[in-house]
């Protein structure tokens, strides 16, 4: 008769052995290359369910999708061949590419225009789109010009249907990578990953920790053009994070900035001492959006938008000392949690 004792100690030895060997759990794994005329990377712990390669085929034919869907530097994209149809014409739009426009539509109501994604037009002439760039603002009445074509309350979504009104060109660039570091973060717990940082183009999500339990942690850049300096670290879990600022796109004239982030109300780049706006959230795509919105509502009206929705929002104001950071109190909460628990 076999003795029960001996072979349950030999599994334990077995299983011991294995769990030696299997160190994925406190090994940091990383994934990366280029989407977006950006880059994406995933950081992970654990052992996807199909294997790292298949998991890695994953995320790039999804980036690609998204970029067939809603990159305005492909010709041949859904948001392209919109854009480029006649008056009245109308495109049924992708799942996705129809869900992002939604919330977009619903961010344009909620700040009365400040956040508009047929800004397009106003994009391009300024030099910041697919069109060459430019080292001078337009002149006033090229800006006007744009103007007249741009307006979210233009569009009609019906369903998935989009029917374009004539001119409109469709710009969804802030709202876009966000929305992909979800859709990336979705398939890496559909592989079995709890613990991960995702991130697109300064955009990030994370979920659980990195080995040993340590919090992931995120740098919040000091909004100073020509500096790359760390003005706040911020401990992300389960939650993601998007910065919008006027110190990394622009172009200078006469000693003037001119910012990538326009106002869709006059046209022109944002003069206001607000040199970088942050957002937590539990959606990439939400707190993208937002980080936009709220650079264009400026450090006043910004503020109060964000306070009245309790929004955890990080304000970097310009003074004459230098910069002073302005934190809403849903950021003050989750930032002493997030600190308290690392």
Known sequence: MRNPLLRFSLLLVAFALLTACDDTTDRLSQLSGPTMGTSWSVKFTGTPENGVPALKSAIESSLEDINQEMSTYLPDSAISRF???????????????????????????????????????????????????????????????????????????????????????????????????????HLLEKAGISNYLVEIGGELRASGTKPQGLPWRVAVERPIPGVREVEKVVPLRDMAIASSGDYRNFFEKDGKLYSHTLDPRTGRPVEHKLGSVTVLHSSCATADGLATALTVLGPEKGLAFAEERELAVLFIVRTDDGVEEVMTPAFEALLESREGGS
């Open 83 to 185: 854009n480029g149809l006649e008056a009245g014409g109308s495109l049924v739009l992708p799942s996705d590419f129809a869900m992002v426009l939604d919330e977009a539509l619903g961010l344009a109501e909620a700040t009365d225009g400040a956040y508009d994604v047929t800004v397009g037009p106003l994009v391009n002439l300024w030099g910041f789109g697919p069109d060459p760039e430019r080292f001078e603002p337009p002149a006033a009445e090229d800006i006007e010009a744009a103007r007249q074509r741009v307006g979210w309350h233009k569009l009609k979504l019906d369903d998935r249907t989009l029917t374009q009104p004539g001119g409109v060109y469709l710009d969804l660039s802030s709202i876009a990578k966000g929305f992909a570091v979800d859709k990336l973060a």
